[in-house]
T-cell receptor, first 111, second 112 residues
Framework: QKEVEQDPGPLSVPEGAIVSLNCTYSNSAFQYFMWYRQYSRKGPELLMYTYSSGNKEDGRFTAQVDKSSKYISLFIRDSQPSDSATYLCAMNDNYGQNFVFGPGTRLSVLP | DSGVTQTPKHLITATGQRVTLRCSPRSGDLSVYWYQQSLDQGLQFLIQYYNGEERAKGNILERFSAQQFPDLHSELNLSSLELGDSALYFC???????????FGPGTRLTVL
């Protein structure tokens, strides 16, 4: 079992839809959780990070962490074609060190 | 533009060869991370340096080595290259909190 799992997609949705992206993990020591967006052939770009369980909102993006289930989610409201990218979750157990990334989910938002 | 620069953008070489990838972090960032991204493996953490010192090691092969120089730029050296080393290599630097990583544009390595 991989440390971090993510549905690879591709996930296709119509413009304006609410998108739910998810990761599961096995290491209960993970405390810091991040979501990155990666456009084709570009470096990943940090969208949000959260510490421990709970929700965090930033504009159209909401990150949720459920440590009891070892499950994290990223919701995108009012999705736009410009949101089409691969979304990577990442986490670590030791502040600023040794990040573990999920394999990424490819999202396509259709106009 | 993240402020992290990487050179070269593309590198094509043959099996058995050695290459050096270079990274300059954002101004003020002391930490540099190296990652390998291939189609079947996703983004794999290789190694982290903080202010010239090795801080954490991930899935880095013994054929690979890295260092961070006094001016904080970093180099990743890949030797005895194999076909399977073909991948995108990313460098990232982090803010003082360590949680916000800023990725460079990557170096695409092709081993023929």
């Amino acid at each position: 079992q991989k440390e971090v799992e993510q549905d690879p997609g591709p996930l296709s949705v119509p413009e304006g839809a609410i998108v739910s992206l998810n990761c599961t993990y096995s290491n209960s020591a993970f405390q810091y959780f991040m979501w990155y967006r990666q456009y084709s052939r570009k470096g990943p770009e940090l969208l949000m990070y959260t510490y421990s369980s709970g929700n965090k909102e930033d504009g159209r993006f909401t990150a949720q962490v459920d440590k009891s289930s070892k499950y994290i989610s990223l919701f995108i409201r009012d999705s736009q074609p410009s949101d089409s990218a691969t979304y990577l979750c990442a986490m670590n157990d030791n502040y600023g060190q040794n990040f573990v990334f999920g394999p990424g989910t490819r999202l396509s938002v259709l106009p | 533009d993240s402020g992290v620069t990487q050179t070269p953008k593309h590198l094509i070489t043959a099996t058995g060869q050695r290459v050096t990838l270079r990274c300059s972090p954002r101004s003020g960032d002391l930490s540099v991370y190296w990652y390998q991204q291939s189609l079947d493996q996703g983004l794999q953490f290789l190694i982290q340096y903080y202010n010239g010192e090795e801080r954490a090691k991930g899935n880095i092969l013994e054929r690979f080595s890295a260092q961070q120089f006094p001016d904080l730029h970093s180099e990743l050296n890949l030797s005895s290259l194999e076909l399977g080393d073909s991948a995108l290599y990313f460098c990232a630097s982090s803010s003082p909190t360590g949680l916000e990583q800023f990725f460079g544009p990557g170096t695409r390595l092709t081993v023929l």
